[in-house]
Nanobody, 120 residues
Framework: QVQLVESGGGLVQPGGSLRLSCVAS????????MGWYRQAPGKQRDLVAVILNVGSPNYADSVKGRFTISRDNAKKTVYLQMNSLKPEDTAVYYCNMNIHHGGTYYRFYWGQGTQVTVSS
């Protein structure tokens, strides 16, 4: 069974930085897509950034120029570098991966989330 574990969240002042990490473990043949979503209280879960094996990463307009997503396939890890953080970035951040188990069997997985709070 696959498990995704996020880390790196916390409390930071406006203008500060955080780096989130998400490590996948379990029976994994390969990972097609790695992404980050976030959900603020009372709001839907929205895509923050996604990165595939081929092509450039995609970002939500609200984080372009401030956040950077990257992946390390050998470590089965996705990162989210967050700079110039704003109070509106406050949310629970969730890792998501589309994992290949062999053949045509693909499945999406979610981490449990890590809290990011931006406040003075």
């Amino acid at each position: 069974q696959v498990q995704l574990v996020e880390s790196g969240g916390g409390l930071v002042q406006p203008g500060g930085s955080l780096r989130l990490s998400c490590v996948a473990s379990g029976s994994i043949f390969s990972i097609e897509a790695m992404g980050w979503y976030r959900q603020a209280p009372g709001k839907q879960r929205d895509l923050v950034a996604v990165i595939l094996n081929v092509g450039s990463p995609n970002y939500a307009d609200s984080v372009k120029g401030r956040f950077t997503i990257s992946r390390d396939n050998a470590k089965k890890t996705v990162y989210l570098q967050m700079n110039s953080l704003k109070p509106e970035d406050t949310a629970v951040y969730y890792c998501n991966m589309n994992i290949h188990h062999g053949g045509t069997y693909y499945r999406f997985y979610w981490g449990q989330g890590t809290q990011v709070t931006v406040s003075s």
